[in-house]
């Protein structure tokens, strides 16, 4: 899997996905950080998609919040135990992720699109 930003991502999503970054950045960046503090991964991921999934624990329920996207904090490490990042994809996977006290790594899960994008947090 290419752990990259996907050129592909058209703007059907980059639109739907952004406005909801925007809502739920800072919850996600206090989830962030506290995944990392608490020793948990230093890698965390949040899985952004449209009906509930297995892939961490639900934060953002889109439908209290009338977001399109539900949000999943995840990491890494649970990404190998459920095979979706392989254990001989964690280094490259590792050496492509961003600071994570500047981008999000987001998990996108959708119909057409599934890839791994990291969007910068918003200037305070």
């Avoid at 890494?76 to 999000?104: H, R």
């Amino acid at each position: 899997m290419d752990y990259f930003n996907d050129p592909e991502l058209n703007g059907k999503y980059l639109g739907t996905i952004t406005k909801d970054f925007a809502t739920v950045s800072d919850t996600l960046g206090e989830a962030s950080a506290q995944i990392r503090k608490r020793d948990i991964s230093q890698y965390p991921i949040f899985v952004f998609a449209k009906q509930e999934v297995p892939l961490g624990g639900l934060l953002v329920n889109a439908d209290e919040m009338q977001l399109e996207w539900h949000v999943f904090a995840s990491y890494l490490e649970l990404f190998v135990q459920q095979g979706i990042v392989s254990a001989e994809g964690v280094e490259a996977f590792q050496a492509t992720y961003k600071d994570p006290n500047e981008f999000c790594c987001l998990f996108v899960l959708d119909e057409e699109f599934t890839n791994f994008v990291f969007v910068p947090y918003p200037e305070d």
